[in-house]
């Protein structure tokens, strides 16, 4: 049922029971993952039906896991990985329902001195900041869909980078990336 063998016994009685489909246990830790997430995903931006989606989404992504033998116990508790499943979903909703994506086009396409002529599929896009590596899609995320300026993602330690300068550079290069991306995909 589980990648490791050395987890407490409250985590492994968890597991248990998720993989049992006991309802309790998984409407129990829907809950927790909602008052856990919920406040953070209005603020994203997100609407309520959404919201419900992502927690629904998790969950079920948590149950299929264990159930399958593919969740790995790394030793954070089952929450803090919930959390994370919404957190990424959330991502993917944000650009599902097509946020303003006039400034990320624009980049794009100054970017790929003039290689591509227009960004007419999202999800075109969308893939292609799916292959992105986690530090650039990460900059993609705070710079265009959550409107971050570069001084609040180096001031709240949003990423890796320790300078405006950094920011930049690195948010470039996945914009360059993703216009490689794009253009294998458009030839």
């Known amino acids: 049922m589980v990648g490791k063998t050395n987890i407490d016994k409250?985590?492994?009685?968890?597991?248990?029971?998720?993989?049992?489909?006991d309802s309790k246990t998984i409407t129990s830790l829907l809950r927790e993952l909602d008052s856990k997430?919920?406040?953070?995903?209005?603020?994203?931006?997100?609407?309520?039906r959404d919201?419900?989606?992502v927690l629904l989404d998790s969950v079920t992504i948590l149950v299929q896991k264990v159930r399958n033998g593919h969740y790995e116990d790394?030793?954070?508790?089952v929450i803090v990985y919930l959390i994370k499943i919404a957190k990424i979903r959330s991502f993917q909703y944000l650009r599902k329902n097509k946020l303003?994506?006039?400034p990320?086009?624009?980049?794009?396409?100054a970017n790929c001195n003039g290689e591509l002529k227009a960004l007419e599929d999202w999800d075109q896009v969308n893939a292609a900041i799916e292959k992105l590596p986690a530090n650039?899609?990460?900059?993609i995320e705070l710079t265009y869909f959550k409107n971050?300026?570069?001084?609040t993602i180096l001031s709240e330690k949003l990423t890796a980078y320790s300078s405006i300068e950094s920011v930049r550079t690195q948010r470039y290069k996945a914009v360059k990336k993703l216009c490689g991306l794009l253009n294998t995909k458009t030839s």
Request: without cysteine.
């Open 37 to 48: 997430v919920r406040y953070s995903l209005l603020k994203q931006g997100l609407e309520l």
């Open 136 to 139: 650039q899609k990460l900059l």
């Open 104 to 109: 990320l086009t624009n980049d794009i396409l």
């Open 148 to 151: 971050i300026p570069d001084e």
């Open 74 to 77: 790394r030793g954070i508790p």
């Open 51 to 53: 919201i419900e989606e």
């Open 10 to 21: 409250a985590t492994e009685i968890l597991l248990n029971n998720i993989s049992k489909g």
């Open 100 to 102: 303003d994506l006039v």
